[in-house]
């Protein structure tokens, strides 16, 4: 049960490690490249068991007007201004077996999912070299099993974004935030069904409301052709509305994980923009 969303594991688990700054900078339209990354995180929030793997990383940006894909997510812009932008942002969760994992053995797999909604980004405070914003995105969640499609909830994600240019070119990236969900949601990953109730494994019907926090701090840098970021994260899950789940066997987790990528062809065209 890896509750493995793409920006917080091998492609954008360095969620804020392209950490962008106020000053603008004129850049590629597109880049293309790869590259591999090292990363090391629970099998979900809340398990005590780890997972730990050397992975590819492709890479592609693309810096269009209202289309937009980079090192953190893929989005299309519906609106922007000096003080706040509108997004619709995609992230997701890989699929997961049970069969292995101690306190999910026996009950279903986890279907790969995908989230899609809309995020609110409001810029609180902007300098040559910071920028402070507040971020609203709120996702409804869509899970298949290639045979078929099912809602898995709805989630949000209210946080404080803090971007730095720190020295000689690194970026450091710090973001601390609340998570919320529909009881659906938190039933996907962490309900017990009756018929999969056992001795140490109790039935559980997971109810919606907060679901605890988390905090990233990221730092990266471009020597070019290459770019090498790293991350550490940290979830809370003390006042969850499902800490009194079986499946959850601890209140905090740590995630950790470096990446290095080279880009291998660029556009000759270049934009302006704030990274």
């Known amino acids: 049960m890896r509750q493995t ?3 917080a594991t091998w492609l954008t688990a360095f969620i804020v490690a392209g950490a962008s700054s106020a000053r603008a900078e004129m850049l590629p339209l597109w880049e293309v490249g790869g590259g591999v990354a090292a990363i090391s995180f629970p099998d979900y929030r809340g398990s005590t068991s780890r997972r ?3 992975l590819p990383v492709p890479v592609l940006v693309y810096r269009g007007d209202i289309f937009q894909i980079d090192r953190e997510k893929m989005r299309g812009l519906v609106f922007k201004s000096d003080r706040a932008e509108l997004d619709v942002s995609i992230s997701g969760s890989v699929p997961v077996r049970s069969d292995g994992d101690r306190v999910r053995e026996g009950m279903p797999d986890l279907d790969p ?6 995020s609110l980004n409001i810029w609180l405070a902007k300098t040559e070299n910071s920028k402070l914003a507040l971020r609203l995105p709120l996702r ?3 899970a298949s099993d290639f045979r078929s499609v099912h809602s898995a909830g709805v989630l949000a994600n209210p946080n404080l974004n803090l971007d730095l240019r720190a020295m000689q070119g690194w970026r450091v990236g710090l973001v601390a935030g609340a998570l919320f969900a529909d009881r659906k949601y938190h039933e996907h990953f962490y309900g017990v069904a009756p018929e999969f109730a056992r001795q140490g494994r109790a039935a559980y019907r997971a109810p919606g409301g907060y679901s605890g926090a988390q905090f990233i701090a990221a730092l990266s840098r471009r020597f070019e052709p290459a770019w090498v970021a790293g991350f550490v994260k940290y979830d ?4 969850a509305a499902f800490a009194s789940s079986p499946l959850v066997e601890r209140r905090n987790n740590v995630s950790v994980g470096i990446a290095v990528t080279w880009v291998f062809a660029q556009s000759g065209t270049r934009v302006e923009r704030n990274e």
């Open 5 to 7: 969303r793409w920006r």
């Open 52 to 54: 730990s793997y050397l």
């Open 113 to 118: 999912s995908l989230e899609i909604g809309p």
């Open 140 to 142: 409804a969640v869509i």
């Open 236 to 239: 809370v899950l003390n006042g």
